[in-house]
């Protein structure tokens, strides 16, 4: 298993209490101080011209931003942590942080919607050429290479659908051509899979999940090895990107206690999955730290834990109709976007003109469900009368 822990003389749960504080530097405060600026004050011209000051501007800094930065980096195992706007605003700063006019981007097929949209969208504006590839590739992705791909984007499970992808191979692929290998590690958060420690250069967190766990802030990091690092520093501080004191402290509140909420999703999730795997109605599960899951073996080389979020498909001949009333017959499962929160959350999964590569059956209706930090009897009761009302 790759895991920077092991190197290290400190346990996770350990960095997550104590990363980022220096309560020395603020008269013994646990916490650091949720700082408002813009305008930072210098003492004389002459520090003012050379800028050797520690916090000279607001957007470049401050010590709650500096305070997030580096207890991600430190559970990353990276070089340097930027902070963004969102999740989704984190994957694009990354990739302009390594992609330049004629370069090729690999992205997967099971990518989170959104990466694929900005891919689309803004990459080929710029004279980035994005191809989509099958994640079941491995290693062998390398047959997409071109002379001029320069990154390779991996999502492990993908969104929606749960694939997982053998990280280590695509790396020792990418290498081989010196591409970077950009990693949306959001599933597992910075607790349950390190991709940095495995070659990856840019691993990508949508800390809106289970960083800031309580479904109340849009916030994304980079992290960044050390060859990835120089030009992610240099783009980000170009691009402008400033995220507020309140929702960088929340962030960093809430990472106190990944460890603990994790260990309750995982757990609540394998309860609610141990009843509903004998469910007439449920025809596949989608998770990988089931045995029966495809991506099993690469899931527990490379994980140390699952978080809450899983699929399932409806047997054969569930109709539309049917898998509607599943959905609003539920009552403590809220329909709703995005997840990591404490609630559990439920959606129906459509991937109508989602994947170019592997082109899902459209009679296949699934769900997305989020299982948050409930009792999961309830949970299950929940599921069952719903199922129960909709497809009896
Ligand atoms: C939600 C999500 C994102 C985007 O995060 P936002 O903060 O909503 O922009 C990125 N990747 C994955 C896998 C996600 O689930």
Known sequence: MTNVYSKNEKKIDTTLAHAGRSPRDFHGFVNPPVVHASTILFPDVETMATGKQTYTYGRRGTPTTDALEA???????????????????????????????GDHLLVPDSAYGPTRHFADTVLPIYGVQVEYY?????????????PNTSAVFVEAPGSLTFEMQDTPAIVEAAQTVGATVLMDNTWASPLYCQPIPMGVDLSIQAG???????????????????????SLDRIY????????????????????????????????TLEVIGWLK?????????????????????????????????GFDFKNGTTKDQSNAFFNALSLFGLGYSWGGFESLAIPVRLKGARTVNLPDPNQLSTRLHIGLEDPEDLIRDLGQALDKALS
């Open 134 to 146: 099958d994640p079941s590739l491995d290693g062998a992705v390398r047959q997409h290479f071109k």
């Open 237 to 268: 501080g170009a691009m402008g990107v400033s995220v507020g004191p309140d929702d960088v402290y929340l962030a960093l509140r809430g990472l106190r206690t990944l460890s603990v909420r994790l260990e309750r999703h995982m757990k609540n």
């Open 71 to 101: 207890a991600v980096a430190e559970l990353e195992g990276a070089a340097g942590v930027k902070l963004a706007n969102s999740g989704l605003n984190a994957i694009a700063l990354a990739c302009l942080s390594c992609l330049k006019a």
């Open 278 to 310: 004998d469910r007439d109605e449920v025809a596949n599960i989608r998770y990988p730290a089931l045995e029966s899951d495809p991506g099993h073996d690469i899931w527990k080389r490379d994980f140390s834990g699952a978080s809450g979020l899983f």
């Open 208 to 230: 809106t999940k289970y960083i800031v766990g309580h479904s109340d802030v849009m916030l994304g990091t980079i992290a960044a090895s050390e060859r990835a690092w120089p």
